[in-house]
């Protein structure tokens, strides 16, 4: 089945830092998505991206889907302490039907530096 | 107001048993759907529905079934319950097949 490979699987952020992190497919995707799990809940939606060569933000959050349609990355800017938990890029090969389900990256945990 | 809502949060039980999990969404979508999340945090789709289509990932057992007896409901049936089905186990409903999806709180699950 299709995946997508998500790095890096964990980074160690100072406050003030800029982040990065991305995903990339062996698949075209129609939509990438980045959601945020903070501990004990679930999945929360940052950014949703339809179209190729995208860019889009929220707040201090980047994203961009990729040209090829096979990668995408998540910027975080001056990161802060509540930025940290798991980042996860999800991929959908199109709307509905079995192609329309969700895959999921690995995750990216954020975790503040000692 | 919680949007997509799950009970119980924990569920303890043994090997064998049939155990239930409920979820509801007060949003007013049409599609609902069950993921699972292992210990190493990876998700993975297990079902879809709306009122049309119930799609089900292959790789999930028929021991798991999900019931929705209305538009805002959907349950998670698991029969004769193992140890790797030991998980947490996430409900989200989105308007349309989107990946717009709002998850639930997550019901974690240990079986003994």
């Known amino acids: 089945g299709q995946q997508l490979n998500q790095s890096p699987q964990s980074m160690f952020i100072q406050e003030g830092e800029d982040v990065s992190m991305n995903c990339t497919s062996s698949?075209?995707?129609?939509?990438w998505l980045w959601y945020k799990q903070d501990p004990g809940e679930g999945p929360v939606l940052l950014i949703a991206l339809y179209k190729a060569g995208e860019l889009t933000s929220n707040g201090r959050l980047t994203a961009q889907f990729g040209i090829t349609r096979k990668d995408s990355f998540l910027n975080i800017s001056a990161s802060i302490p509540s930025d940290v938990g798991i980042y996860f890029c999800?991929?959908?090969?199109?709307?509905?039907?079995?192609?329309?389900?969700?895959?999921f990256g690995k995750g990216t945990k954020l975790s503040v530096k000692p | 107001d919680t949007a997509v809502s799950q009970t119980p949060k924990y569920l303890v039980t043994q090997m064998g048993n049939d155990k239930s999990i409920k979820c509801e969404q007060n949003?007013?979508?049409?599609?609902m759907y069950w993921y699972k999340q292992d210990s190493k945090k990876f998700l993975k789709i297990m079902f879809s529905y709306n009122n049309k289509e119930l799609i089900i990932n292959e790789t999930v057992p028929n021991r798991f079934s999900p019931k929705s007896p209305d538009k805002a409901h959907l349950n998670l049936h698991i029969n004769s319950l193992e140890l790797g089905d030991s998980a947490v186990y996430f409900c989200?409903?989105?308007?349309?097949?989107?990946?717009?999806?709002?998850f639930g709180p997550g019901t974690r699950l240990t079986v003994t």
């Open positions: 698949s075209i995707f129609n939509t």
């Open positions: 999800a991929g959908q090969l199109r709307d509905g039907g079995s192609q329309g389900n969700l895959i």
């Open positions: 949003l007013g979508h049409d599609t």
């Open positions: 989200a409903s989105s308007q349309g097949e989107t990946g717009f999806q709002y």
